[in-house]
């Protein structure tokens, strides 16, 4: 009688064990919520500098409502915005409606890590390139919505995305040849 209750309680335990990391494995894959596709840019629409790139005629691109889960060290891509006005950041930021100086450390995050504004004006700490720089959240990389007049025509973001003013670029010491494009990691400062 012993030995059946250790038997069921080793196979409980399995079970409880395989379930989890199941349930881990779905939530850091965080697949696509849909599809939509791309309409051509109007004419002087979708501004490329700063390797942003155009939405194409009739693309399928994803949507994302989630992000890998948020850790200590989450990793993501870092990529260049502009915040202000006329910039390739389209409209002004989702958390105050205002534009914002490129000059102050501050950045999008993709639509699941933005939560919904739950982030907004928190702090975050970014680490790349071998320092860590603090940053505010003002705007959401839109991962559900894209190639319309208030994205600039620019596909939706992808899932794990922070987006940075060029005083971020500047705090890791990366040089400006090199921004745009980088692997990080952040946390919740
Ligand atoms: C490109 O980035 C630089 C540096 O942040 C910025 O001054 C410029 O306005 C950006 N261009 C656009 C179109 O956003
Ligand atoms: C984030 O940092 C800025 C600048 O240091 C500070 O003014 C602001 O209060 C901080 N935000 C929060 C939520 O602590």
């Known amino acids: 009688m012993k030995n059946f209750s250790l038997a069921l309680y080793i196979i409980m335990l399995l079970v409880l064990f395989v379930t989890n990391s199941f349930w881990e494995i779905e939530a850091k894959a965080c697949k696509p919520s849909g599809k939509i596709r791309g309409k051509k840019p109007p004419p002087k629409k979708c ?16 949507t994302f409502n989630c992000s890998p889960p948020v850790t200590h060290h989450t990793k993501a891509y870092l990529t260049l915005n502009s915040f202000e006005k006329n910039g390739d950041g389209g409209g002004p930021s989702e958390c105050d409606k205002k534009f914002h100086s ?24 970014i680490s790349g390139n071998g320092r860590k720089v603090k940053a505010m959240v ?5 991962s ?4 319309d007049e208030a ?4 596909p939706p973001c992808d899932n794990n995305i922070v987006d940075a003013s060029k005083a971020v670029w500047v705090a890791l010491g990366v040089p400006s040849d090199d921004w745009g494009g980088l692997d990080i990691t952040w946390s919740d400062a």
């Open 47 to 62: 501004n490329k500098e700063n390797d942003s790139v155009c939405c194409a005629e009739g693309e399928l691109y994803s």
């Open 138 to 142: 003002v705007d959401e990389c839109d």
């Open 151 to 154: 994205h600039d025509y620019q």
């Open 102 to 125: 490129d000059d102050i450390p501050i950045v999008a995050l993709s639509t699941g890590w933005f939560h919904k504004k739950g982030r907004c004006f928190n702090n975050i700490t």
């Open 144 to 147: 559900m919505r894209g190639c």
